[in-house]
């Protein structure tokens, strides 16, 4: 079962520019995750927040999270070429280990 | 961190053949481990859990006797794709659990693109 909804789908922006994606989801949820995903590779963890958290930053990312509208956001900052893959969020919820994955946001930074 | 390792990373087979991908987490163990199936430009498809010592645990609509799990040690984990047809062709992908239950930070294979002709 997918549980998140992302937007925009893709998004394209030049080097330097902010770059925002949009997540949002269904039930009550233990923690929300981003991950980074390069054209047919593995998946990289960025960052966690958990649901008593509303903001939380790492080096040029910044997630928000909103419990009451379900929705949470990944902000990257001073996007870079390398910055360009597919970024996904997912969900923890409470009493499952599984990690559920949204739709994700495919990133392209033009140098 | 910690690392984890699916083999193998591409296969290609005939159809009514199977295919075994392993996946490993080298430094740490793992008591639970994940499999997922991702198409082309599509998110990640959890298809189901696999506790060492125990049965998987599938989700919805997802064949057992199809993608057989097996999770024979704290290290390894295996998902064989039976008597594969050309709609099987995807990129799959584990994840191991570090830690106890909730801690919620999974380490991802770099993952296995299958590929039946």
């Known amino acids: 079962s997918q549980q998140g909804e992302e937007d925009p789908q893709a998004l394209s922006i030049q080097e330097g520019e902010n770059a925002t994606m949009n997540c949002s989801y269904k039930?009550?949820?233990?923690?929300l995750q981003w991950y980074r995903q390069n054209s047919g590779r593995g998946l990289v963890h960025l960052i966690l927040?958990?649901?008593?958290?509303r903001e939380k930053h790492s080096g040029r990312l910044r997630v928000t999270l909103d419990t009451s509208k379900k929705s949470s956001s990944l902000l990257i900052t001073a996007s870079r070429a390398a910055d360009t893959a597919s970024y996904f969020c997912?969900?923890?919820?409470?009493?499952?280990?599984?990690?559920?994955f949204g739709t994700g946001t495919r990133l392209q930074v033009f140098p | 961190g910690a690392v984890v390792s699916q083999h193998p990373s591409w296969v290609i087979c005939k159809s009514g053949t199977s295919v075994k991908i392993e996946c490993r987490s080298l430094d740490f163990q793992a008591t639970t481990m994940f499999w997922y199936r991702q198409f082309p430009k599509q998110s990640l498809m959890l298809m189901a859990t696999s506790n060492e010592g125990s049965k998987a645990t599938y989700e919805q609509g997802v064949e057992k006797d199809k993608f057989l799990i097996n999770h024979a040690s704290l290290t390894l984990s295996t998902l064989t794709v039976t008597s594969a047809h050309p709609e099987d062709s995807s990129f799959y992908i584990c994840?191991?659990?570090?830690?106890?239950?909730?801690?919620?930070?999974?380490?991802f294979g770099e993952g296995s693109r299958l590929t039946v002709l």
């Open positions: 994840s191991a659990q570090r830690g106890g239950s909730g801690t919620g930070e999974l380490f």
């Open positions: 927040i958990r649901s008593n958290e």
């Open positions: 997912a969900t923890l919820s409470y009493n499952t280990d599984k990690l559920i």
């Open positions: 039930t009550s949820i233990n923690n």
